[in-house]
């Protein structure tokens, strides 16, 4: 009997779903986003994050005001959970494009290489301070027929 060829997902559209399945863990009323951090080589999850409020504070956002709703940014939250060495090398994956802030936080978190985003934000300028520091963006396509 023949063994039949199956298609096995790159590395990462794996960490870009998990990105997506980490979102469904936000308590944000206007958007879910999740973050991935993962080693260069993708042998490794450094980091995990999704947008909510503190730790201890009421799960919910703290405002209606889209943008300013009090909630941490899923890259925010990656970053202050990221404690491997700022030299280490990472790759990021996230499910929405980042805010200039977040951005600022990625590139000073140290060793990011490379991050990917499904979704577009409201903004697009993070694409131009990744370009200014040196760190490649790659926007993914979402996958034909997938849930999330």
Do not use: W
Not at 4 to 11: A, D, G, N, Q
Not at 13 to 33: F, G, H, N, P, W
Request: net charge positive.
């Amino acid at each position: 009997m023949p063994e039949l060829e199956r298609k096995r997902p790159s590395f990462q559209e794996v960490y870009m779903k998990l990105a997506e399945i980490i979102a469904t863990r936000s308590t944000c009323q206007r958007l879910q986003v999740g973050t991935v951090i993962t080693s260069e080589d993708f042998r490794k999850v450094v980091s995990l994050g999704y947008n909510g409020n503190a730790t201890g504070l009421p799960n919910r956002c703290d405002r209606e005001t889209p943008g300013n709703c009090g909630c941490l940014h899923s890259e925010e939250n990656a970053v202050i959970n990221c404690d491997v060495p700022r030299e280490t090398k990472k790759i990021v994956f996230v499910t929405h494009l980042p805010c200039v802030m977040c951005a600022k936080r990625l590139i000073n978190l140290g060793g990011v290489q490379k991050v990917y985003y499904r979704h577009d934000y409201r903004s697009k300028d993070a694409l131009e301070l990744f370009e200014a520091a040196g760190i490649g963006i790659e926007k993914m396509p979402a996958p034909a027929g997938d849930g999330l």
